[in-house]
């Protein structure tokens, strides 16, 4: 007599124990539409996307500071900070610099292509504990895009802070994103602060690195100890010198945010490319207080 | 836990209970430059293929539930879109026959990340539940460190542990299903004999170990010595090859490349392991690389094993079985890179 072994079906219900998270949901698509494309630079585009089914459109929700993977089959698949409010259920935007293979392509399609969306996933920023508190938005680069979706967040309940200032640098005014936008973030008496490493003929703004603009903002308080929150995205190496100048400036530092860029193939902590230490950028992060990042070598 | 005894001669009468299933066990695959047989991990048909006396395999067990290469899903695409289908590739239970200790406590270790942590991972969990595991007991090589790393004796994720006690086998037995095929051979309860036989062989086995790591306390040493000139050393040997993962039994990094089909109807998604050592591991889109040096991704990979994993699930990423030294052409050994970074070359 052979034994054979019974084949067991992973994907039906345990018995006596409900499944806490479905296995069958670990490999999912969401189909989506690009519904509008809107170039912001001569890379960056501006992508608002929709969920094709309504009632995946209703559970759709999000936090400020989230990420999705966005998926073209047989393209590949990468992961993206949402860059707009969470108001709207199943509707996310999300810009997007041509850069990679995936991102090249996604550049060529058109109003109407149909995309894979899973997600979202990651930490988010805290915002219900900001409320009545002034905000340093620091942004540097494609910074400014994950921070697009807590400051539009604040604009919908811009009440509820203190004094909020964005501070923003991009290399040169070609490469500034949402510039169609400034004005209405002033509308919501938002400090908008612009710098630029390198003016072309045409600007008038300032010239020169975040960190001057961030000094000038700082030499207005006295200490940023206990009514400031700040959220900082950028290149590595802004992360250092502003993290620093916010630290000396008396802000402490579980109430100092960064989102941090990895590179990722799954974006539910099984792949380990986005690790730091152990610690996976997809399910710990993107968005860290700057405690996490001065307790994990090598994140910033 | 419940324990039998059985004479060795019945191992032939379990492997014909089991032969109804796809059965891998360790096989001799020829000899190595110095004369010593070459063992791995084959798919067997008959009892006499199997060499249960085999020091170690080259690779891992780990490619029969996390494949080197696995298709993820399939996309069949249309003018209007596309539809996606996923098969988590689970065909048939597989019968482990004769699994060492380290590679048992490897699995149990792959578990925690795959199986029992946020989003379990479908395509490994599915595979590893339907393994029915026979773990055989070992001699410490040269190369082993696995006592280092207290997983040099197995208590859990198998279903039948034996331990060969001279003339019969000292059974383990932790599963139903192996309870039942073991009252189908000729078995006994174990005499207190057997009892002091089996601490016996266990208490050789513990004496026999030339290879050690000194992990106490590693998780803060390594944090002192993130800038330790020791990675530089050890980084400047490193070939940047990739060959320790592709051996060690915990490794399970990967990267994900989707295909268009010629006929630009269907489309795939296939996963590839990969190594934290091969230069693109953490390179981002625009070209940055977080890791770009050889000694900073050697760091990373002691970093995930010995820190980082200690931190999430309170034990080291590592079970002691010395392959990735084994196989590295750059002679690069943990226990000598540990060694040095605690700064007792």
């Given at each position: 007599m052979r034994n054979k072994l019974p084949l067991l079906d992973i994907l039906a219900p345990a018995p006596g124990a409900p499944r806490q998270e479905d296995p069958a949901l670990f490999e999912y698509t969401l189909p989506a539409e690009i519904t509008s494309i809107y170039p912001l630079t001569a890379a960056?585009?501006?992508?608002?996307?929709?969920?094709?089914?309504?009632?995946?459109?209703?559970?759709?929700t999000f936090k400020p500071g989230q990420f999705v993977m966005l998926e073209l089959p047989g393209i590949g698949e990468a992961p993206f900070s949402i860059s707009s409010s969470p108001v709207r259920r199943g509707e996310i935007e999300l810009c997007i610099r041509a850069v990679g293979k995936l991102t090249n392509f996604l550049a060529r399609l058109e109003r109407g292509a149909r995309v894979g969306i899973s997600g979202p996933f990651g930490t988010s920023f805290?915002?219900?504990?900001?409320?009545?508190?002034?905000?340093?938005?620091?942004?540097?680069?494609?910074?400014?895009?994950?921070?697009?979706s807590p400051l539009l967040s604040i604009l919908e309940n811009r009440s509820s802070y203190g004094r909020v200032d964005i501070m923003y640098g991009a290399k040169s005014p070609a490469e500034l994103l949402f510039t169609n936008q400034y004005e209405e973030w002033r509308h919501f008496e938002i400090n908008l602060g612009i710098t630029v490493d390198r003016a072309d003929k045409s600007w008038q703004g300032r010239t020169g690195l975040i960190t001057e603009l961030l000094q000038e903002r700082l030499?207005?308080?006295?200490?940023?100890?206990?009514?400031?929150?700040?959220?900082?995205?950028?290149?590595?190496?802004?992360?250092?010198?502003?993290?620093?100048?916010?630290?000396?400036?008396?802000?402490?530092?579980?109430?100092?945010?960064?989102?941090?860029?990895?590179?990722?193939h799954c974006g539910r902590g099984k792949c380990c490319r986005c690790n730091i230490g152990s610690t996976y950028t997809c399910l710990d992060g993107p968005v860290f207080d700057y405690w996490s990042v001065l307790n994990l070598k090598e994140a910033i | 836990m419940i324990f039998k005894v059985f004479k060795k001669q019945e191992l032939a009468r379990l492997h014909e209970l089991l032969a109804g299933n796809l059965i891998v066990g360790p096989v001799a695959r020829g000899k190595d430059r110095n004369g010593k047989p070459i063992y791995d991990f084959e798919v067997i048909s008959d009892f006499a293929e199997l060499a249960l006396d085999y020091?170690?395999?080259?690779?891992?067990?780990?490619?029969?539930?996390?494949?080197?290469?696995?298709?993820?899903?399939?996309?069949?695409?249309?003018?209007?879109?596309?539809?996606?289908?996923?098969?988590?590739?689970?065909?048939?239970?597989?019968?482990?026959?004769?699994?060492?200790?380290?590679?048992?406590?490897a699995l149990n270790k792959l578990d925690l990340v795959l199986a029992k942590s946020t989003y379990p991972n479908p395509y490994y969990l599915g595979k590893r539940k339907t393994?029915?595991?026979?773990?055989?007991?070992?001699?410490?090589?040269?190369?082993?460190?696995?006592?280092?790393?207290?997983?040099?004796?197995?208590?859990?994720?198998?279903?039948?542990?034996?331990?060969?006690?001279?003339g019969k086998y000292f059974a383990e037995i932790l599963s139903a299903p192996a309870f039942n095929l073991l009252s189908q051979l000729s078995c006994q309860e174990p005499s207190a004999k057997d009892h002091r036989r089996y601490k016996q062989i266990a208490n050789e086995k513990s004496r026999?170990?030339?290879?050690?790591?000194?992990?106490?306390?590693?998780?803060?040493?390594?944090d002192l010595e993130f800038a330790s000139k020791a990675w530089d050393y050890w980084g400047e040997k490193c070939l940047s090859c990739g060959t320790c993962a592709n051996v060690c039994p915990t490794c399970y990094c990967y990267g994900v490349e989707e295909q268009v089909g010629?006929?630009?109807?269907?489309?795939?998604?296939?996963?590839?392991?990969?190594?934290?050592?091969?230069?693109?591991?953490?390179t981002v889109a625009g070209g940055h690389n977080f890791r770009p040096t050889s000694a900073s991704r050697l760091k990373y990979r002691y970093y995930h094993k010995h820190r980082g994993f200690v931190e999430a699930f309170e034990e080291p990423l590592c079970v002691g079985c010395g392959r990735c030294g084994t196989a590295c052409l750059a002679e690069i050994t943990p226990p000598a890179v540990i060694a040095s970074v605690r700064g007792k070359e």
């Open positions: 960056e585009k501006l992508y608002q996307i929709r969920l094709i089914d309504p009632g995946q459109r209703e559970r759709f805290p915002l219900e504990k900001m409320q009545g508190q002034d905000l340093l938005l620091i942004g540097g680069g494609l910074g400014i895009v994950p921070l697009r030499s207005q308080t006295a200490s940023l100890r206990d009514n400031t929150y700040a959220i900082v995205c950028g290149p590595p190496v802004m992360f250092h010198f502003v993290c620093k100048m916010l630290t000396e400036a008396g802000l402490p530092m579980q109430k100092m945010f960064v989102s941090l860029e990895r590179r990722m | 020091t170690q395999t080259v690779h891992s067990p780990k490619r029969f539930v996390l494949p080197y290469r696995e298709t993820l899903a399939t996309f069949a695409l249309n003018a209007d879109g596309w539809e996606k289908q996923v098969d988590l590739n689970v065909r048939q239970p597989l019968v482990f026959f004769g699994m060492h200790a380290c590679d048992i406590n393994l029915f595991i026979l773990g055989i007991s070992c001699n410490p090589e040269p190369q082993c460190f696995c006592r280092s790393m207290g997983t040099d004796f197995a208590s859990h994720g198998f279903d039948l542990f034996l331990t060969d006690l001279g026999r170990y030339t290879a050690a790591v000194d992990i106490s306390d590693l998780t803060k040493i390594l010629l006929d630009l109807r269907q489309a795939g998604k296939t996963r590839a392991l990969h190594s934290c050592n091969l230069i693109d591991f953490a």
